[in-house]
């Protein structure tokens, strides 16, 4: 057996019951279903995304080493979150989608990397990361390219309507898409959901010109330029950089990456 078939996923679950500091486990890893849609619903997406990290990027987990991945459900206000070490799922009845899911596993890995400072562009940075790859985990799944995709992200999330973002077009949503843009404001610690539309857009304009399936693409520049670039305050210039200084060593082309970034208006 190879190691990639040998290290299987550590999943726990746990039903906040409205108080996420005294979780309850309700299932871990192998235990049987237990009847309730939310318990199992969330043990399967953990499962799927834990997958599409190890099989595209060979992430052994949130830690990078195996270690037990957590989510806490009912656990508060409605929407997914990462709280310190775990997923929180809060609010509603029904699973949380897979790209929401996925977008906090990715804070996780960020987390326990790169380190990005939570506040202003290194934030923002961090929303958009934890948006790209909860997307590619979605498109993984359903096996979408790009021109099948329609890059919304967030989908089924309690009250978000029809989806809480878009890769392809963040102003829709109330994002800003281009440095000329970006809001200076000390609210939303330095505006990182608004701003991230910016390098959310930057990541759609490389995956459409590279084609074909965005995760083996475009999302290979952007993780490698975070594991092997990227640092606490790395702003969306540095990124730049790092996504620029990734598709060279992966032998992609560079010059898309330098004109998307310019487009957003991160040109230097």
């Known amino acids: 057996m190879t190691e990639s078939a040998s290290v299987q996923p550590v999943r726990r679950i746990f039903d906040g019951r ?13 235990g ?7 318990v199992d619903g969330t043990y399967d997406t953990l499962g799927v995304t834990w997958d599409f990290f190890r099989t595209v990027y060979g992430r052994k987990a949130i830690d990078g080493r195996g270690g037990p991945v957590e989510a806490v459900l009912r656990g508060g206000e409605p929407g997914a979150t990462w709280h310190g070490s775990r997923i929180l799922l809060g609010g509603g009845d029904a699973p949380a989608p897979l790209d929401a899911v996925a977008a906090q596993y990715m804070i996780g890995v960020i987390q326990h990397t790169a380190e990005l400072e939570s506040y202003g562009q290194p934030g923002a940075l961090a929303v958009s990361l ?6 590619l985990a979605k498109q993984y799944t359903l096996k979408q ?11 089924g999330l309690p009250a978000s309507g029809e989806a ?5 077009d ?14 200076e404001t000390v609210d939303e610690d330095g505006g990182v959901h608004v701003n991230a539309g910016i390098a959310n857009r930057a990541f759609h304009l490389v995956a459409t010109e590279l084609g074909g399936n965005a995760w083996e693409r475009a999302g290979r520049i952007w993780y490698k330029g975070l594991m092997g670039y990227a640092s606490r305050t790395t702003n969306f210039s540095a990124f730049r950089f790092a996504t ?25």
């Not at 049987?32 to 939310?38: H, V």
């Not at 390219?145 to 989908?155: A, I, N, T, Y």
């Open 244 to 268: 620029l200084g990734a598709a060279r060593e992966l032998d992609m082309p560079a010059d898309v990456v330098a004109r998307a970034w310019t487009e957003v208006g991160v040109d230097r």
């Open 130 to 135: 934890g948006n790209v790859f909860g997307l």
């Open 170 to 183: 963040p102003a829709r949503f109330k994002q800003v898409a281009h440095m000329t843009e970006y809001d």
């Open 164 to 168: 809480v973002g878009s890769l392809a």
């Open 145 to 155: 390219g790009v021109e099948e995709s329609d890059w919304l992200f967030g989908q």
């Open 32 to 38: 049987a279903p237990t009847g309730d849609a939310l």
């Open 18 to 30: 409205n108080d996420s500091d005294n979780p309850v486990l309700v299932r871990e890893e192998g």
